[in-house]
């Protein structure tokens, strides 16, 4: 299906076959694809996020009814295709006819769920591809068989998942995949700590699921330089952050040393960058990340 590039979005393009990273060397990461200007999580994001210029993508996974890995966020249908079906309850077949584009613009009339099969066949070489999985450990026997045949190198696979059981038999079956425990926080406003979980329960999180590294949630007043410090002291050599969608939020994270930021705005957040990290007068945001992983 064509995309429809702007002018500054081309030779912003043109400007990043020279430039392989961003210019502080941290990846950035497509958030379910370039979803923030095509549907999320279809082929159509992955396809406009490596026009963008983005050094990976994210997509999340689940299993349909007869065990097939598809890419979708929720656990139905119903917010981007407007008919409710459960994915686990639902054979590929079914999914399939589904149309889980046009809800962003009638031009994406086409697009389908894809298979992770699909979707690791059009990652470019050279990038890399964050596998989000959305279930338990039920998915990591089809995974482990699907990435035997993946086209990308398993050295540019990165799986990440909330789900402590489904790190773990990763960590146990994929051992030479890079697997990334994600997480969240709460704040509680009427007893201390503030915010849940505190570094010192990610770190033994992290010990026992045996995970390379954290994606965490943008949250600043959550994850700050002084959680980051203690995450290190424990151990901890590798995090990204999610979803970052404000440049003075990115350049904070940044300068914490980051592995990949991911945004639903690669392109435009790689220009923003570009000045920001250049202007040190202009102060970091302290507000939460957008959307979620």
């Known amino acids: 299906?064509?995309?429809?590039?702007?002018?500054?979005?081309?030779?912003l393009a043109i400007a990043l076959g020279v430039i392989?990273?961003?210019?502080?060397?941290?990846?950035?990461?497509?958030h379910r694809?370039?979803?923030?200007?095509?549907?999320?999580?279809?082929?159509?994001?992955?396809?406009?996020?490596?026009?963008?210029?983005a050094d990976g993508a994210e997509g999340d996974f689940h299993l349909?009814?007869?065990?097939?890995?598809?890419?979708?966020?929720?656990?139905?249908?119903?917010?981007?295709?407007?008919?409710?079906?459960v994915v686990a309850e639902t054979p590929l077949a079914e999914l399939q006819k589904l149309d889980v584009g046009s809800w962003k613009d009638p031009k994406y009339a086409d697009e389908r769920i894809a298979t992770l099969d699909q979707v690791l066949k059009s990652v470019p070489e050279g990038k890399r591809f964050f596998i989000e999985l959305k279930t338990g450990p039920e998915i990591v026997a089809p995974l482990k068989k699907a990435l035997e045949d993946s086209p990308v190198p398993l050295d540019n696979l990165v799986i990440i998942a909330f789900d402590e059981e489904a790190v773990a038999e990763c960590k146990r079956e994929i051992p030479d995949v890079k697997v990334h425990w994600l997480t969240g926080?709460?704040?509680?406003?009427?007893?201390?700590?503030?915010?849940?979980?505190?570094?010192?329960?990610?770190?033994?999180?992290?010990?026992a699921t045996s995970a390379d590294g954290l994606g965490s949630q943008a949250n600043?007043?959550?994850?700050?330089?002084?959680?980051?410090e203690k995450l290190r002291e424990a151990g901890l050599k590798e995090f990204h952050v999610w979803t970052v969608d404000d440049p003075a939020l990115a350049k904070f994270y940044i300068e914490q040393g980051v592995w990949s930021i991911t945004t639903n705005r690669p392109a435009w957040l790689r220009e923003q960058l570009a000045g920001a990290l250049g202007d040190a007068s202009k102060p970091a945001s302290d507000g939460n990340s957008t959307g979620g992983n």
């Open 220 to 228: 600043r007043r959550a994850f700050d330089a002084v959680a980051i």
């Open 20 to 30: 392989s990273m961003s210019a502080s060397g941290q990846m950035i990461v497509a």
């Open 64 to 85: 349909s009814s007869d065990g097939h890995i598809v890419c979708i966020h929720d656990h139905d249908t119903k917010r981007t295709a407007g008919e409710k079906l």
């Open 185 to 207: 926080y709460k704040e509680s406003k009427v007893k201390m700590p503030r915010w849940s979980p505190v570094p010192a329960k990610i770190a033994s999180t992290l010990k």
């Open 33 to 53: 694809g370039a979803s923030f200007d095509a549907p999320e999580n279809t082929l159509a994001a992955f396809d406009l996020a490596w026009q963008q210029g």
């Open 1 to 11: 299906m064509p995309i429809r590039l702007t002018y500054e979005t081309v030779a």
